[in-house]
Nanobody, 114 residues
């Protein structure tokens, strides 16, 4: 059974940092294009960052320079380092395979408040 479990969210002040984790089982993340997504209240889920098997990454403009996607092959885990978090980053964050996606997990919630 293929499963992705997100963790690492929480309450953070504006300008703060978090590192989100996406632990995979049943598939090897290093052989897939992986993506981080987020969904804010009243909005559709949006793609924000991706990493391909070669290790190349892509970040959408709204997070470029602040968020960084990475991967630990030994742990079969994908990360999202979030720096200089802003109120508009508050959302539930999810990971998934860009190709052959699976059902969405529970995600991890990021709340931004001073």
């Amino acid at each position: 059974q293929v499963q992705l479990v997100e963790s690492g969210g929480g309450l953070v002040q504006p300008g703060g940092s978090l590192r989100l984790s996406c632990a995979a089982s049943g598939r090897t993340v290093a052989t897939y294009v992986m993506g981080w997504y987020r969904q804010s209240p009243g909005k559709e889920r949006e793609f924000i960052a991706g990493i391909v098997p070669s290790g190349n990454t892509l970040h959408v403009d709204s997070v470029k320079g602040r968020f960084t996607i990475s991967r630990d092959n030994a742990k079969n885990t994908v990360y999202l380092q979030m720096n200089n978090i802003q109120p508009e980053d508050a959302a539930v964050y999810y990971c998934n395979f860009r190709s052959r996606p699976i059902d969405w997990g529970r995600g991890t919630r990021v709340t931004v408040s001073s």
